[in-house]
């Protein structure tokens, strides 16, 4: 005890001599020094140096995070079911998909900017802050200075523009994700952590695209050859809150909780997302718990939301938000039946879509005129959705020249005889139900439906290359959301999003003059037109759209339904209710 307080003393001493010294030198900032010396002097007596400072930053940066702290206990996994598996974990290549962004987005992969799930405004995330020109044809980025990648190295203005450039790199393979970029000229370095964006043309989705795209990190994904970037699909290396672990193929894919996260943690450990094909094994094997969350199809949903005995076990949630998804059936015009608007029409008489809705959804669902979220106003609510009428499929096929000339009960035109295959993900029994409703409808007016079903990465690469007569598939929505992607005759090739070549200049124009257009009411008329002119044209017919569903493990906890849905990372399992270590 007394050598610690002889090297007290001794340390004091030496502090006294060199304040008296810096005296000396500055006699101005004796009092000062003084106040120093006392705080320094009571701050080692209290055995508590440096404890308020490290205390009060450690709050301040708290407090500067853009997600909230989280509450509750540490531990646990949370097992998805991903029905389908994904073709790839490199959400910026056109072979991602729905599942590839369930796995990554927000949890592997972070954004500049992200909605507020209640207010629904953009909000910096690993941008600090961003400044948009009078003009609009400039946005300057400010990243963070705290914020890493999962291997500890900063993220600066370097993999923001690599990001950016290997996005607008024509031989990526990311055209239906560099159609959002076409209005922009450049993207400038100011310092390391500062981008500027410059635009040729305004367009009011610019600061969304700009701000909700994935930050990569230059040194894990820089490429020589893109091949190199196209075909790398696993091992995603991010930002976010976890990590990558493993894929094992057809079985699961495995984050675990990134330890070195620069935000607040997560309270969960691991997210396992489990690829169960089928319907029918997804419940049984959230039931005998192998499973902690299943987005349940509309039947299940309706089947058990009243069983009181599941409910003891699980959340049963239904929730609409404007990322609900809209499902349709998409002729692809490069087949000679489908050319004629006609055909297109009649194809959409034939289907019975109040029933599809009503039973086969057992009422959860609605249907619908187009691709926009039917509570939004870019909605035209005006539209009414074509009836269910064989009659006037007949008639229509008859006009366009499709007719029984020889007498088999098919229809034919120029030697060509009216069958088409129907194309769907295995696995999913409405969509089995639309393949056997369309053949039973298609007997009626003389045409030959053929079920054509494939496991989803063979159905999505199958999509991507055209290789289709027509397609049945559901598309997530935005809050708003711009149908150049898949509408504009310019996503036609190169694996754009336009896979079904729905090729009319006036819609083209009116998706072009609306992405110009920075007023709303104007805008939404504009897009109220274009739903209208999709209404006529029948490129896809428009099936239904649905709320959302969720059953969940009751062990979770924390979860809450907000405006823009759910969000995992912000539930947590009671220590006395976790089920894995």
Known sequence: MNGREGIFKYFVLAVLVVIIVLQIASIKRADRLNDKLAEFIEAVENKQFGTAAIKQESEKKAADLPMPARIGDDGDWLVWCLR??????????????????????????????????????????????????????????????????????????????????????????????????????????????????????????????????EVYPKHIYDYNDPEEFNTRRSDPVGSGPYVFEKWDVAQQIVLKRNENYWGHKPKIKKLVFRIVNNDVAALQSLQSNQIDLLIPSPEQYYDFQSDEEFKKRFHCLKYWNPGVPFFFIGWNQQREFFKDRRVRLAMTHIVDRETIAKLLLKGNAEVVTGPFYPYGRQHNPDIKPWPYDIKKAKQLLDEAGWVDSDGDGIRDKDGVSFKFKFAYSSGRPIYEQIAKLLKDEGEKVGIEVQADPYEWSVFIERLNTRQFDSVTLGFGGTVESDPYQMFHSSQIEGRGNNFIGFNNPEADKLIEIARRELDEDKRYALYHEFERLLHEEQPYTFLFTRPSFRFIDKRFDNIVIHKLGLDEKEWYVPKSKQRYK
């Not at 072979?95 to 949890?107: E, R």
């Not at 953009?122 to 961003?130: F, H, I, Q, R």
């Not at 950016?164 to 993207?187: C, G, H, V, W």
């Not at 400038?188 to 695209?209: A, C, S, Y």
């Open 84 to 213: 389908g598996e994904p073709h790839t974990l490199n959400t910026i290549t056109v072979a991602s998909d729905t599942y590839s962004n369930y796995v990554c987005l927000g949890n592997v992969f972070e954004r500049l900017l992200e909605y507020d799930p209640d207010e629904v405004k953009l909000k910096p995330w690993l941008a600090e802050s961003y400044e948009v020109s009078e003009d609009g044809l400039e946005m300057v980025i400010k990243l963070r200075d705290d914020i890493h990648f999962s291997d500890g190295v900063s993220i600066t203005a370097d993999d923001v523009i690599f990001t950016f450039e290997t996005i607008m790199d024509p031989n990526i393979d990311a055209a239906s994700l560099r159609n959002y970029y076409k209005n922009f000229k450049q993207a400038i370095k100011i310092d390391e952590r500062t981008v500027k964006f410059v635009f040729d043309e305004v367009f009011w989705k610019t600061f969304e695209v700009v701000g909700l795209f």
